[in-house]
């Protein structure tokens, strides 16, 4: 096997984990925080819970463009490791914690030493073949987005047999392992002379450096929408299901279902969305799933069934396959040579932006509008992210992107 599918293999395993991790603790937080953390006032259970859970995604945020600095002057396998052996360590400490501050630090902790997706993008990125780019972005986001979707159902299981406290052995021993066939199998072109003689800028200069260029800035911004209009409504599901299931009979396993439903159809649609990216280039792809997802929110706000939200989640999820592949597959087109994982780190903290702001602000508008209106409200940032890619991508001339990095 070429050692591009090997990397591949292995870093698809390492991103579901790392991000099933992170999400496996929504269904039952207030659970832990209630039953094992000894906390009985609802408001405050949903305070705490709400801090835990953005906690991560804050310290994210301000951390990823420092470690894809690092990950530039140093290479991006030594990073990933980084990330994942300590991401191990903190996730086995989790289930030791014994009040909501430990979990909390915890969770800031997790976040400031992650970046093992953005290393991984940026080893997949420079060193697979041109031509496979599509299809391996592809298939490495289908890792990412299944552990982001699944990984609350795959929690709630496990909470139900097991309990809540060894999910988070479970879940740190196989980042563990995850970690361990990256250092013996992963193996990257990084030289290492050459990016040492080559002038490190800070993170400030490279951010100045990256907003030079036009389409990754668009880019960025295409991001934080999509995570944004995807997160919104995802709290309220649940109450959703509810409302359509009419009955309290196998309301977790179905609320569960409505959102591992998506996973798997990206699950499926995302290598092969990649793959006709290679084929028709990414801008397209990116452009026809943006408008496809916008089009998928619709019949989710007109739903009489539980099982007419199943479908149409389904069906968002089939588009929702193309659309962080093509942006990846699109910063590294447009990004100069050993700028990658800055770039993608950029990337992750606007991702991770919109995973912060998308349920927040779902949450205080859904009193206004209700999560119909949130269906909508999120179709139609889709279909203007659609418009704006349609422009500033499809419609303009791609720039000399080193020469305006390097103005």
Do not use: C
Not at 57 to 75: H, L
Not at 77 to 90: D, N, Q, T
Not at 292 to 313: E, H
Request: proline residues 4%; aromatic residues 10%; positive net charge.
């Amino acid at each position: 096997m070429e050692q591009w599918k090997k990397n591949l293999i292995v870093l698809w395993f390492g991103q579901f984990l790392v991000m099933s991790g992170m999400t496996m603790i929504t269904p039952f937080l207030t659970l832990y925080l209630q039953f094992d953390l000894g906390l009985s006032d609802p408001h405050e259970i949903g305070v705490w819970a709400g801090l835990i859970f953005a906690g991560n995604f804050v310290t994210a945020f301000i951390f990823q463009p420092i470690w894809g600095k690092v990950s530039d002057r140093y290479g991006r396998k030594v990073m990933l490791l980084r990330s994942g052996f300590g991401m191990a360590v903190v996730m086995v400490l989790m289930g030791f914690a014994t009040t909501p501050w430990h979990l909390l630090l915890l969770r800031m902790l997790n976040g400031t030493i992650s970046g093992f997706n953005p290393a991984s993008i940026a080893l997949v990125s420079t060193n697979t073949p041109k031509d496979k780019m599509g299809f391996a972005m592809g298939t490495l986001q289908s890792g990412a987005m299944a552990g982001t979707i699944l990984g609350p159902f795959i929690g709630g299981l496990l909470a139900d047999a097991v309990g809540y406290r060894p999910i988070f052995y479970i879940t740190g021993a196989l980042l563990f392992i995850a970690s361990l066939l990256a250092l013996f199998i992963v193996k990257e072109t990084f030289d290492l002379a050459k990016a040492a003689r080559r002038a490190q800028a800070s993170v400030l200069e490279g951010l100045k450096k990256v907003s030079r260029i036009q389409p990754l800035m668009a880019l960025f911004a295409v991001t934080f929408l999509i995570q944004f209009a995807n997160m919104s409504p995802m709290t309220l599901i649940p109450l959703y299901v509810q409302e359509l299931h009419h009955s309290t009979a196998n309301l977790a396993f179905l609320a569960g279902f409505v959102s591992a439903v998506t996973g798997i159809s990206n699950l499926i649609s995302s290598p092969l969305l990649g793959r006709l990216s290679d084929r028709i280039g990414a801008e397209r792809v990116l452009a026809v799933s943006l408008i496809g997802s916008a089009l998928a929110f619709i019949p989710q706000a007109l739903a009489d069934t539980v099982w007419q939200l199943i479908l149409a989640r389904f069906g968002l999820g089939i588009f929702l396959g193309g659309l962080i592949p093509a942006v990846n597959a699109l910063i590294r087109k447009y990004t100069p040579d050993g700028m990658e994982s800055r770039a993608y780190s950029f990337n992750s903290s606007t991702l991770s932006l919109g995973n912060m702001i998308g349920p927040i602000t779902g949450g205080a508008l859904s009193g206004y509008i209700g999560i119909h209106g949130l269906f909508l409200l999120s179709g139609g940032m889709m279909l203007l992210n659609g418009a704006w890619v349609w422009h500033s991508l499809l419609r303009k001339k791609r720039p000399d992107t080193e020469k305006r990095a390097n103005e």
